[in-house]
Structures are given as C-alpha cells and as structure tokens.
C-alpha cells in the first residue's frame, strides 16, 4: 500500500506584503511673499488749477520712505508699472507692426527717443583715456539732451513752462546719473515715470499703454544700450553677477508678461541660443537675455547670471512673472538705495510728513556725492549717511561689464567668449 505524503499549501504572499501605496507628492514650498496684484489705476487728475512745482528727492529718511509705502503715490506707481505689464500678456513686440499704428502722442515719444541717439552719435566718448569706468563725455550728451528737452516736450503739446519743468526732470534723470556716470533701474523707473507723468496730464490713454510697452519702451532700451556701450556707463549699486541684471529690471518683468500662455517657448529656453536669436527681437526677456550675454567676457548664464540661471528653472512662465511682480516691489520700491533717489513733484506727489533736502541740508540729485545722501540714527544722534545697495558708506564703484567686454576684443580675444575651465 502506498504511503501518502501530506499535500503542502503554498503561503499566499498577498496578505504577507505591505500594501502598495503611491508616495504622496510633498507640496511645493510657499512664498512667504504675497503675489501683488494689480491696483485701480486711478483716472487722470483736473490739473487746470495746479501748481506745477520742479520734482526733488523727499525719501530721506527710513521714516520717509515707510511714509511713501502706505501712500496714494504708492499704489499710483504700482498700478501703471502693473498695468503697462497686464497690457501685453501674451503679446509679441511684432504686434504692433509700424508707428503708424500708434498715436500721436506715442509717435511723438518715439521721435524724442531718436532725437536723443542722434544727440550721442554726435557726441562720441573721449577714447584717449582707457578706462572700464563711465567716460566722461557722457556729460556732455546729458547737457544736450537737457537744452533739447523743453522743444521734445512741445511736441507733446506742452506750453507752460512750469509744467515741462516739472515733466523734464523724470525724462533728464532717465538716461542714467550725471556725477556719478552710472545707471541702474531707478534711472529706468525715471523713465517709467516721466510717462506717467505724460498720462496724469491726459497727453497718454490707457488705450496707449500696449504701445507704450511693445514700441515706446523697447524703443528706449534700445536708446540705452547704445548709450550703456559708447560711454561705459557704471551700474549704480551693481550687486555683480548676483543682481538679476547689471541696468535693467522691467525688460524682465514686461517680457514675462509677454510669454506668460506660450504654447512652446518655455523657461529654459534662455539657454538655447538659437532661441533667443530667432525669438528676441519678438520678447522683451528673451532680448534682454541675449543682451546680457553679449556684454560678459565668460561663456553661460550660470557664470555670469547665476539669478537668470536659477529662475530658468521654473515650470512655467506664470511662476516667472509673479516672481517678477514680487521683486519689483521688493528690490525696488522697497529698497531705500533705490528709492532715496525717487523724485516727487505734483504730479506725482509725496505725503505730509515727508522730509524735504532743504530742511536736511542734504544737495540735490545732479549735486550729490557718491551713494546719495539719506538720515540715519545712531546712539540717539541722526547724521546724513552715504547710502549705497551695499548697506555701506563706501560707494564701492563697479566696472562696466559692456567696457570689459570690448577691451577683451581689443586686446585680441576675438568674437568667443571665454569659458570656465570646469564648465
């Protein structure tokens, strides 16, 4: 008789594993910082009966600009800024296709921005001194430019003498500091405005403000360059290779707006130089990149840019453009270095309670020393300190990149640029 073997059971593993799970996804860290929206833009004051009054600097104090934070004036500059950005979401400069598209008025700008390249080809730098800092001749084109401003400005249809004094100062201020010899994005916000100063005085609509952005601004960053390349201007309060840009910040700001919904040109395509050659002339951000490449001596952004290179991770252009609402309220209006130099007049207005250089003995914009004059208080004691981005008296004075470049390719190094040995 045969024996029988026990049947053995094979375990059921299924009751044995742990249950698969999928890994749940950790959520992206928040911005401690609040998206700022945009603002009402308010409707153009009834200017009949004001007193136009020349613009000067009354953010003298931390006081003072804490006072200009929470005021009208505040809200009136982020709405246009704003604005101006919300009008060409989604928008290539190519839009508006010739300047006979625009206004009269817009027209007008941008025949003072040509006026004003004319004014520099006529008056070239002094290239018996080599030097990587601002040259000096660029003094003399601002004197020009000054003695043409108040014909530029009836163009515009302005006839009271009072009211293009006033208007003047935003546009003189605009193509960088006479002393100094430098530029940076209060110069650009000078510029900013100087136009709405224009649309407080009903000479620009809202209906402008595409064409303002797409024509009228590109037209003066254009201005800027050359101006940036013919006479070495320095950057003011340049952070190096750690600012987002040595002048500019709205090119960025603008062109984020511009791709905001692109169908196919995403973040990273910064770095991909056929992009930026066959789309820069259509985005403000791609240009202003390609720009920036242009005037370093050391081949990739992240040499060069680490900022630009960090940002172009991003998922999406709506990151990118949020990101860039919260820096200019950050590094900009909120950054005393900056604003210390921020003029008021009427038509832009400080609050009661703000300081006046009179009344601080502190000289005017065109007048100052290095680094601007701002009060501080120490040990009980408030003194007029030389304020500079670098939080520090020194007014530590930084090359122009574009010079570097150009003495590079003169001194042989030929159109490439340098890379890194561990690139």
């Not at 998206?35 to 409707?43: D, F, H, K, M, R």
């Not at 050659?277 to 990739?300: A, C, H, I, P, W």
């Not at 309220?329 to 909120?334: F, I, N």
Request: with cysteine; charged share 20%; hydrophobic share 40%.
């Amino acid at each position: 008789m045969a024996t029988q073997h026990p049947t053995t059971t094979i375990p059921s593993l299924k009751d044995r594993l742990p249950k698969l799970e999928p890994r749940r996804k950790r959520p992206s860290p928040s911005n401690p910082l609040p998206l700022p929206e945009t603002p009402s833009l308010p409707s153009p004051p009834d200017t009949s009966s004001y007193s136009f009054q020349v613009p000067t600097r009354r953010i003298l104090s931390v006081r003072d600009h804490d006072l200009f934070l929470s005021s009208p004036t505040y809200n009136l500059v982020l709405a246009f800024v704003f604005g101006l950005s919300d009008a060409v979401v989604d928008i290539p400069i190519s839009d508006i296709r010739s300047n006979d598209e625009c206004s009269p008025a817009v027209q007008s700008i941008l025949s003072i921005l040509d006026e004003a390249e004319a004014l520099v080809e006529a008056t070239p730098p002094d290239d018996s001194i080599e030097s990587r800092f601002g040259n000096k001749i660029f003094r003399t084109f601002l004197d020009k430019a000054k003695a043409a401003s108040p014909a530029w400005h009836q163009k515009l249809g302005l006839t009271s003498q009072e009211a293009v004094a006033e208007v003047e100062t935003y546009l003189n201020h605009a193509f960088g500091n006479r002393t100094r010899i430098d530029y940076g994005s209060g110069h650009e916000l000078n510029f900013i405005i100087w136009l709405l100063c224009l649309y407080q005085l009903r000479i620009l609509d809202k209906s402008d403000f595409k064409a303002l952005v797409l024509k009228v601004f590109t037209r003066y960053l254009e201005l800027m360059r050359t101006i940036q390349s013919t006479y070495y201007l320095e950057p003011a309060g340049s952070h190096g290779v750690w600012g987002l840009d040595d002048y500019q910040f709205l090119p960025f700001l603008f062109g984020a707006s511009q791709l905001l919904h692109h169908p196919f040109i995403t973040p990273l395509a910064i770095h991909q130089e056929l992009t930026l050659e066959e789309f820069g002339r259509d985005y403000m951000y791609l240009g202003q990149v390609s720009f920036v490449n242009s005037t370093k001596t050391v081949k990739g952004l992240r040499w060069h840019s680490p900022m630009l290179d960090d940002i172009s991770s991003a998922k999406s252009w709506n990151k990118i453009e949020g990101g860039m609402r919260r820096m200019f309220v950050a590094e900009v209006l909120r950054k005393l270095p900056v604003m210390q130099h921020f003029l008021f007049g009427s038509l832009v207005p400080a609050v009661e309670g703000m300081s006046t250089e009179s009344e601080l003995g502190v000289s005017n914009e065109e007048e100052e020393v290095e680094g601007g004059g701002v009060v501080v208080e120490h040990d009980g004691v408030k003194h007029v300190h030389n304020a500079s981005s670098w939080g520090d008296c020194c007014g530590i004075k930084v090359p122009s990149a574009i010079a570097a470049a150009q003495a590079a390719k003169k001194n042989g190094a030929g159109e490439t640029l340098r890379r890194i040995p561990f690139d």
